[in-house]
């Protein structure tokens, strides 16, 4: 079984419709991020978490929301979805304990493809 | 923010020749990995590097960070067709409430054929 995993894998849905992504993690880590993922345009950062109770916008935070239920759950939400929000979003989490080299390696989940008709 | 550049975005080969992915900022790099992602997948760690002039090797792949900690290489000998995929830079902010937050590059894509 997968470390990160993300549901759902695909979905299509339309303008103006509520959409949920949920990550669940079985690494144990504290930091979980997501991300966006565009031809040409690489990872971006949509939101992050530090702990449960800690919630930060990343680079792309507009029109979406998170919630962090507990420490191995992180759900995206898009409040009103709109075409230009069709991606490929990923679910990371990674280690904050840091040795000095300071690897902060990234694990992610398998990627939710989302279609905004 | 930190902007990586990655080139080239496409790079199509033939198994058995070399090729070279750069990744460069204007900015001076706390650290830098380098992730590859298949079709379905998410990205998968290939190395860290942290020191500059730092040289990594991976079976066929080197990766080597600048001196002045502002660019990357990744230098594949001989590709083979189960090197295709998505090759991403990714530089960490090693400090403060930031860390382990990653700035990607655009990405880019190989294709070898056999």
């Known amino acids: 079984d997968a470390d990160v995993t993300q549901t759902p894998r695909n979905r299509i849905t339309k303008t103006g419709k509520r959409i949920m992504l949920e990550c669940s993690q079985t690494k144990g880590h504290d930091r979980m991020y997501w991300y966006r993922q565009d031809p040409g345009l690489g990872l971006r950062l949509i939101y992050y978490?530090?702990?449960?109770?800690?919630?930060n916008k990343g680079e792309i935070s507009d029109g979406y929301s998170v919630s962090r239920q507990a420490q191995a759950k992180f759900s995206l939400s898009l409040e009103s979805a709109i075409p230009n929000q069709t991606a490929l979003y990923f679910c990371?989490?990674?280690?904050?304990?840091?040795?000095?080299?300071?690897?902060?390696?990234?694990?992610f989940g398998e990627g939710s493809r989302l279609t905004v008709l | 923010t930190q902007l990586l550049e990655q080139s080239p975005q496409f790079l199509s080969i033939q198994e058995g020749e070399n090729l070279t992915v750069y990744c460069n900022s204007s900015?001076?790099?706390?650290?830098l990995q380098w992730y590859r992602q298949e079709p379905g997948e998410g990205p998968v760690l290939l190395v860290t590097?942290?020191?500059?002039?730092e040289v990594k090797k991976l079976k066929r792949l080197t990766f080597q960070f600048g001196d002045a900690r502002k660019d990357s290489s990744l230098h594949i000998t001989a590709a083979q067709p189960g090197d295709t995929g998505l090759y991403l830079c990714a530089a960490i902010n090693a400090g403060g409430t930031s860390y382990g937050k990653l700035t990607f590059g655009q990405g880019t894509i190989l294709t070898v054929h056999p």
């Open positions: 590097v942290v020191t500059g002039g």
């Open positions: 900015s001076v790099f706390s650290s």
């Open positions: 978490s530090f702990d449960v109770k800690d919630i």
């Open positions: 990371a989490t990674s280690d904050r304990r840091v040795r000095r080299s300071g690897t902060g390696e990234l694990f």
